[in-house]
């Protein structure tokens, strides 16, 4: 099955950077549109951000301009660039991989285990 590998998280101050890795053994991500999730205690999973399998990316308004997807295919990873942190990014968050980019979750057919992102003073 499809199973990915996430890395990175942690704490970091309000302004600070943090970058998430998400790649997989056996499987060519290139394949896949990969989205990152992200869920706040007591909210539901929504998508932060994803790269298709042609490149196109896409980003939600709350993060555009601060997070940067991207995708190296030499490492066979997905990343996402997380800069000028605020508060309300406290989250876990999740790697996803489906044929297509989407805003649902059932359409992904593998996650990674999550990530827990915490911005604290």
């Known amino acids: 099955q499809l199973q990915l590998v996430q890395s990175g998280g942690g704490l970091v101050q309000p302004g600070g950077s943090l970058r998430l890795s998400c790649s997989a053994s056996?499987?060519?991500?290139?394949?896949?549109?990969i989205g990152w999730f992200r869920q706040a205690p007591g909210k539901e999973r929504e998508e932060v951000s994803c790269?298709?399998?042609?490149?196109?990316?896409n980003t939600a308004d709350s993060v555009k301009g601060r997070f940067t997807i991207s995708r190296d295919s030499a490492k066979n990873t997905v990343y996402l660039h997380m800069n000028s942190l605020k508060l309300e990014d406290t989250a876990v968050y999740y790697c996803?991989?489906?044929?297509?980019?989407?805003?649902?979750?059932?359409?992904?057919?593998?996650w990674g285990q999550g990530t827990q992102v915490t911005v604290s003073s």
């Open positions: 056996g499987l060519f991500l290139d394949y896949y549109a």
């Open positions: 996803a991989a489906g044929v297509h980019c989407s805003d649902s979750r059932n359409e992904y057919d593998g």
């Open positions: 790269v298709s399998r042609s490149g196109e990316t």
